[in-house]
């Protein structure tokens, strides 16, 4: 009896490695190999996102570049059309997702501004305090899965973590979603021709930009929203068509009362200002999106006491946010689908705002 149990202890050992050996290296293949991006914390549609965002930053235009980058705060946050209506900029959206390190959105700044261009950056609260993302998971599933090849900041254990941190049934959901994703999607060639249609078409203006005047409002000039896909892209590279039918409300502190800006963020500020100086670029800090609620409030001392403890250590080192806190704070009706994320009718108001602040930035 003894060895009958002793060998089924074995045989289930040795099935259970022999399982973990097979699903590892099914993984690294899919991966590395075929391509398939199916870590559960993978988010698909942010490939196509920069893509077409890509696309729309090589478009030739006369006229300055004034390019946005932070996290979806800004995705979801601006009307590409009522900013090049009432200005005499070409604007570019590139705000993708707050999950993405400091690093990773400065390396794309670098990589695609152009002499003279004005880059602002709405960045999410966190960006301050973030410290360099070497095991972030979420962050190295999605660079294992499209960030094409962008280890650099990733450390060979982390790619074996990270593969071995999904269990089986994660993946084949991820899976799955992949396979009705690019089903959805059509073929590749399709998608290309969908993307240059979104960055090709025209926006219609009548009136003479405004330049500072009464602004004008024109409505997004995404197709209707279609979820978290390239799709529900305007030619500007903005989220603005989202609608929903009753106000977004939740509790969210947005900022530490303690929160110390980190010596990761410090550094790659400079870098960024250093790239800037180099190239007649002008940077600016903005404040992003935040919603009214108990934990972020007008009406709380503790609020404006957040806001004072990051700009005064900003100042400490010659780093200032442009514009008032209050500027982009809105109330829960203006809300989509997170407290960061504006509806269409928020999408308006934070634009009409924003306008406002480009005319009074030191850019000349």
Request: charged share 15%.
């Amino acid at each position: 009896m003894q060895s009958s149990g002793l060998k089924q202890i074995v045989i289930f050992i040795s099935s259970a490695l022999l399982f973990a050996i097979s699903y590892f290296t099914l993984i690294t293949i899919v991966c590395f190999f075929i391509k398939i991006p199916i870590f559960a914390n993978t988010e698909i549609w942010l490939k196509d996102m920069y893509k077409i965002k890509d696309m729309i930053n090589d478009k030739p235009t006369t006229k300055q570049r004034l390019i946005v980058i932070s996290g979806s705060n800004s995705l979801f946050g601006l009307n590409g059309a009522m900013i090049e209506a009432n200005t005499q900029f070409r604007f570019i959206n590139y705000a993708t997702h707050a999950s993405l390190p400091i690093n990773y959105h400065i390396d794309k700044i670098i990589a695609k501004a152009h002499n003279g261009d004005i880059i602002i950056l709405p960045l999410e609260f966190n960006y301050y305090s973030n410290n360099a993302p070497t095991k972030e998971y979420w962050y190295i599933e999605n660079m294992l899965s499209w960030g094409n090849g962008y280890y650099k900041y990733i450390d060979i254990i982390d790619v074996v973590l990270a593969l071995l941190h999904n269990n089986p049934i994660q993946t084949l959901s991820q899976l799955i979603h992949f396979i009705k994703y690019t089903s959805y999607q059509s073929n590749q060639s399709n998608i290309q021709a969908n993307m240059e249609k979104i960055v090709n078409q025209e926006m219609i203006i009548s009136q003479n930009p405004s330049m500072g005047e009464e602004v004008i409002t024109l409505p997004c000039q995404a197709a209707e929203w279609a979820g978290y896909n390239y799709k529900s892209s305007s030619p500007n590279g903005d989220f603005c068509s989202q609608e929903n039918s009753k106000p977004f409300y939740t509790e969210y502190a947005y900022l530490d009362t303690q929160l110390e800006v980190s010596s990761f963020f410090l550094s790659e500020y400079k870098r960024l200002k250093d790239f800037a100086d180099s190239k007649n670029i002008k940077i600016f800090l903005f404040y992003p999106v935040t919603m009214e609620n108990s934990l972020f409030s007008l009406t709380d001392i503790k609020t404006f006491q957040k806001i004072e403890n990051l700009t005064s250590q900003l100042a400490t080192h010659h780093i200032n946010i442009y514009g008032d806190f209050r500027d982009s704070h809105f109330n829960s009706q203006y809300f989509f689908d997170t407290s960061y994320h504006l509806n269409n009718k928020g999408v308006n108001v934070r634009t009409s705002i924003f306008i406002k602040q480009l005319l009074q930035l030191p850019i000349h």
